[in-house]
T-cell receptor, first 112, second 112 residues
Framework: GENVEQHPSTLSVQEGDSAVIKCTYS??????FPWYKQELGKRPQLIID?????GEKKDQRIAVTLNKTAKHFSLHITETQPEDSAVYFC???????????FGTGTRLQVFP | DAGVIQSPRHEVTEMGQEVTLRCKPI?????LFWYRQTMMRGLELLIY????????DSGMPEDRFSAKMPNASFSTLKIQPSEPRDSAVYFC??????????FGSGTQLSVL
């Protein structure tokens, strides 16, 4: 079945710096890759997603890149702010199922 | 729409008791997911439904866990009998064809 690995598990950056979180997936049939942000005590919330027919997608300070050949995708956050501090989860879904498998999460801390 | 609604928000019970968690998905969504979140195992998919039909329950830990979706607007996850290792946050999520999942607020379950 699908397996999603996520690195690093924790990431600390200075406000204004960039943060990059990387994920790899095992199922070459995966075609949908969302990213979720979970603040302490809250529910996971979708922040950006990408489909396999697109190599990159941007939304203001966040961007996601996808390398289908290497089966990995990354989240990039530029000009980080303290409110970006949260746990970020990547996920992957195969084309023939609705099953969404999550990575293990990255705790991002942005220091003022 | 009020989003995905879960109840109760918190549940404290004693080992051996039956626990029932409830979920109302977003109207119009055809997929419903139950996830369990713990520090050790992250976000685990327990089961998901398409059009009220269980599609994949391979994540259900054991026979003590069962889930139903009698109609498009209601689902339950039942644990009987409950054990301390079942303590976790249980999230329900809904979507259209497995994309852009919306999560409920979760049920914090503590089994003493």
């Amino acid at each position: 079945g699908e397996n999603v690995e996520q690195h690093p598990s924790t990431l600390s950056v200075q406000e204004g710096d960039s943060a990059v979180i990387k994920c790899t997936y095992s199922d070459s049939a995966s075609n949908y890759f969302p990213w979720y942000k979970q603040e302490l005590g809250k529910r996971p919330q979708l922040i950006i997603d990408i489909r396999s027919n697109v190599g990159e997608k941007k939304d203001q300070r966040i961007a996601v890149t996808l390398n289908k050949t290497a089966k990995h995708f990354s989240l990039h956050i530029t000009e980080t702010q303290p409110e970006d501090s949260a746990v970020y989860f990547c996920a992957a879904r195969s084309y023939n199922t609705d099953k969404l498998i999550f990575g293990t999460g990255t705790r991002l801390q942005v220091f003022p | 729409d009020a989003g995905v609604i879960q109840s109760p928000r918190h549940e404290v019970t004693e080992m051996g008791q039956e626990v029932t968690l409830r979920c109302k998905p977003i109207s119009g969504h055809n997929s419903l997911f139950w996830y369990r979140q713990t520090m050790m195992r992250g976000l685990e998919l327990l089961i998901y439904f398409n059009n009220n039909v269980p599609i994949d329950d391979s994540g259900m830990p054991e026979d003590r866990f069962s889930a139903k979706m009698p109609n498009a607007s209601f689902s339950t996850l039942k644990i009987q009998p409950s054990e301390p290792r079942d303590s976790a946050v249980y999230f329900c999520a809904s979507s259209i064809h497995g994309e852009k999942l919306f999560f409920g607020s979760g049920t914090q379950l503590s089994v003493l």
